[in-house]
Structure formats: structure tokens, C-alpha cells
């Protein structure tokens, strides 16, 4: 479905533009129907502007990136409308993805303007309550209020929602939990599952690693814009095979097991003199 | 007993009412004892945090009290607080990025501090340059700016910078939130090296990433719609958790190896009450499955087991 073939991007840096600095460095990835793929980097490794290469938010400085076969780079116009109806993304601060001044739900008539300007009222409500029921969203708790009157939570889902209406096919999900509580953030994960399983393909960015493994059925590690391990999750959580994937797994605060600590055990509190 | 807190209350003052974000926290924390505040947003532990150091405007001091050292905190009186700020009482704020003068160099900045608290700069340079050498900082930082430091060194600094004075008690603001897996855990240690070295006496971890706080703390305080929930050593905290918040707490979170097909973890449906105007009894309720009858009345917050208190109906 998603192809990414040697795909690099170079901004400009310095006064001048005269320096450059590679974000992403020859990237080869590849996203089927129904499967998630975990893209996992720590900041600075290009793995949202992977994200947003996709989403042709950014331009691509080398490399293809296809979608069914196409290359996405040369659309425009409608070509593009028919792109963003198959593929969309949603980012990690759900506040700043609303405009504070408009009802929370306008996000979604905006769709509608581009989408769906035929469709009358009543068959519009319908899309739309299925949609929110989709994302366990009660419709009577979300419609009609201001983004402040709702939770993170509710936000982000409200975001995959709007998403879920074009009947996407690949959804560029870039840190959408990482704003989410503790209890919260896995109910947002159980339903990226269920989209899974509905055949829904998912580039799932994370720096968080224990949040890449959960739902993902291969992992992609990036470091300073390269891939340094990629396979399928088992493999590079249980038999990482690159120092630094190894380094990050160790790094990665985990209950019922601690850290290793070099050198040095731990005092029990109050000991040791003062 | 370093710190000891008794029925605090501290509530915000907005135009539709109080919001009772801070209502009636009773805790100790030992010398020597690196305790985590664990919580979910919205349930008080940054107010709780803010408080011991300094109220903002809206915040009111309703009730309680907070003792360090055996000597009264006067946490409503924001003048008399400034005796115990910074040299009893420090805190690394959340957003350390920018928490440093950008318009000073980095030693400049030091010294400024250091003399509006009347202490002479060149008495604790030797101190400084050894601290700075501890979390890997060269002297030079202190010749720059804090916009030439990336993010975990200016982390770094700021560490050193608020327990340059050996404070007594040290509050650690969401400190780790907005760093890279490695630097998180290099900062966290740094935290641990300077409770071992006597830097500080106890320290106040506040956080909302139960896992990392299981990895440095001693003991864990759970934290729930402005009241605690639950406190414990940390092992017990985790492995035998008392009060169902912390339980559907830790079972919420997702680990490496646990996959959603083959166990599916559950979070909490529903949402934290409103602290502007609270329902009486337990504030849990209304998410808890065990609920019964008895929950209408507030379970007091008592001790279970040694060291292991539980504001939970259930748990006696």
C-alpha cells in the first residue's frame, strides 16, 4: 500500500542556507492494509518528518514515496483531495489542533465542505454519529462544545473520528498518545487495534518505546535520520541486534524491572550518614 | 522527620468558585528519603509541589500545615517564605529549558542568584565546578549562554543550580517529561547520586510515569482528584498495590512484551470529578467497580500495613 523507496530529506541551515543538514537519510519502509508499523526514534532521529513526508506536508529531497503503486509527490488539486481521502494523520497535541474559538466539532464540517457537499443533513448526522460511536465517543458528550470543555482524550479521539469519516486506508498516527494520561492513552491504543483489525494500515510514530510494541507488528528504529534495526516487533524488542536499539531498550523505565546500574547499588533511604 | 505535612489545603481561586485542587494531604517524608508523587492531570501533585515553595496568585492556603526540619513552613506568607527558598527549600521547575535568564551568561546568572540570597559567589565556585563535573558539564557552560545548551544539558544545569545550597528538601517538577529515554534516565540517577551525596536531603519526585518513579524511589504516593490515594514503599506500591486507582493504574500500562493480542490491557473509563465543587466522600467512586454503599462517606487515609497507608473503604 505505502512504499517509501531511499527516501531522504535535506533542509538548508546557516545564514546563508549554506550549510545542510540531513533529517531523514534513505529510508526504505513499507506500510500493508491492516498492519501497523512502529516508527521509533528519539527527537532529532527524522521520524515525524518521515510522517509528514507522507502526509505531503513536507517535500521529499530523494527517494519515492507511492501509495498503491503512485508516486504522491506530483498531486495537486483533486489528485491530491483523493490522496488526503485515503491517507490522514493526526499529531500529538490535540489542544493545538483545534481552533479554541470554534466548536470542537467544526473539525469535522470542514471535511464535510470537501467531502461531502452533497450529502443532506440527516445522512451527514448519521456519518458522523457512526464515526464518534467508532471511536467510543458518546455524541451527546462531544458535539457542541468548545475544545476547552473537553478532555485530551476526547480530543484525540474526536481527531481519529474526523479521520474515520473518509473512510481512510493509512493513518499516520505521529506521538497521539503521548499527551494522554496514563488511563486514557491505552484506550486510545485498544482502538488503533480495532482499526487494525478493520483493515486500517497505521504508521505509528513514538519515541516511547513501550508504547511502539503494544499494538505494532514491525518496528522501524531511526537514529539521526537512519534505519539502525527494523523487523518484526518480537524480534527487535526480544533480540535487539544494534547497540543502539539495545541502549534505548535498557534506557526505557519498565515496572517490575529497574535499571541496571553501573557501579553503584542502591541505599535504602536514611542510611549513610549525614 | 525532614518534611512532614499535615492536612494541606491549598485551593485556586477562579471566577466560577474554588477549585479544591489541594484538600487535605497528610504525609512525612524521612531524611535521606526520595519519595515519587504519582498522578494523573488534574489530580494536585504540581500544586501540591508548588505549594511548599511558592504560592502563584490565585492559590489560597485554606488549611494545614508544613514542617521541614522541625520548623514551620509560612507557605501563605510569600515574604517570610523567601528566608527558606532556594537554601531550604528548592525546586526544579518542569520546564527547565526555560527556566534560565536567556540575556545572562550561564555564571553571571549564577552569581546574581547566589548574592540576592546573600550568599558570596566565590564561597561555592569550587563547589560549583565539582557539581558541574559530576553531571558531565565542562566549567565553559558557565561562559555561555542557556540558548548554546541543548535541552538535557540546560536540564543538567538547572539541577546543579537549584541544589548549589544544599536544601533540605528538593521538589523535582515533571522533570524528566520533555527529554529523550537516555537523558531521562541520566537526569533521574543525577537525581539519586545527589540524595546519596547529601545535596539534598529528601527530594520530591512528582510525576505522571509510574514506571519511571518504581526505578529511583523509595517509596511511591499515588495521587487522585487533589487527596492521596494510596502511599507505599515502592515494591509494595507496585506489586501489591491496596487502593483500586492504583491498581487499574498499573495494570493501564502498557510494557515492553505485553501485546494487545495477546493481552489486552483496559484503562479507566470515566473521568476524574470536578474539583470545583467535589462530590463528598471518596472522589473515586464514581470510576470504582468495588463501590458499595460506605463510599459516600470519605474513607480516611490510614496505615494497612507498616509504612503502607490506603484512603480506601476496601482495603481494611
Partial sequence: ?274 | MSLRVDNLKVWYRTLRGEVRALDGVSFTVADGELVGLAGESGCGKSTLGKSLIRLDGRMRHVDGTVELDGKELPIGDSERMNAFRFKEVSIIPQYAMSAMNPTRRIGRLVAELLESRGVRPDGVRDELLRRLELVGLAPEVLDRYPIELSGGMKQRMVMVISTLLNPSLLIADEVTSALDVSTQKAVAETLVSFRDRHYVKSTLFITHDLSLVYQIADSIIVMYAGRLAERAPTDTLVTTPRHPYTRMLLSALPEVGVRYGDRRLTGIPGSPPSLLDPPAGCRFRDRCPLAFDKCVEQPPFVEVAPDHQVACWKAF
Fill in chain 1, 1 to 274: 500500500m505505502l512504499t517509501l523507496e531511499g527516501v531522504s530529506k535535506t533542509y538548508r541551515v546557516g545564514t546563508f542556507g549554506g550549510r545542510e543538514l540531513v533529517a531523514v537519510r534513505d529510508v526504505d519502509l513499507q506500510v500493508a492494509p491492516g498492519e501497523v508499523i512502529a516508527l521509533i526514534g528519539e527527537s532529532g532521529s527524522g521520524k515525524s518528518t518521515i510522517g509528514r513526508m507522507v502526509l505531503r506536508l513536507t517535500g521529499v529531497s530523494g527517494g519515492r514515496i507511492t501509495f498503491d503503486g503512485v508516486d504522491i509527490t506530483g498531486f495537486k488539486g483533486k489528485g491530491l483531495r483523493d490522496y488526503y481521502a485515503k491517507v490522514q494523520g493526526v499529531f500529538q497535541d490535540p489542544f493545538s489542533s483545534y481552533n479554541p474559538i470554534f466548536k470542537a466539532e467544526r473539525a469535522l464540517e470542514l471535511l464535510r465542505q470537501t467531502y461531502f457537499a452533497g450529502l443532506d443533513g440527516r445522512r451527514w448526522r448519521d456519518k458522523v454519529e457512526a464515526s464518534l460511536d467508532a471511536v467510543r465517543l458518546d455524541p451527546g458528550q462531544v458535539l457542541g462544545k468548545y475544545p476547552h470543555q473537553l478532555s485530551g482524550g476526547q480530543l484525540q479521539r474526536l481527531l481519529v473520528a474526523r479521520a474515520l469519516l473518509l473512510d481512510i486506508r493509512l493513518l499516520v498516527a505521529d506521538e497521539i498518545i503521548s499527551m494522554l494520561d496514563a488511563s486514557t492513552r491505552i484506550d486510545v491504543l485498544n482502538l488503533l487495534g480495532d482499526l487494525k483489525a478493520r483493515g486500517l494500515g497505521i504508521l505509528f510514530i513514538t519515541h516511547d518505546l513501550s508504547l511502539g510494541n503494544y499494538i505494532s507488528d514491525r518496528a522501524v528504529i531511526l537514529r539521526q535520520g537512519e534505519v539502525v534495526e527494523e523487523g518484526p516487533v518480537e524480534r527487535v524488542f526480544g533480540q535487539p541486534q544494534h547497540p543502539y536499539t539495545r541502549s534505548l531498550l535498557a534506557s526505557v523505565p519498565q515496572l517490575h524491572r529497574r535499571w541496571d546500574r553501573t557501579g553503584r547499588d542502591r541505599e535504602p533511604a536514611g542510611e549513610g550518614g549525614g
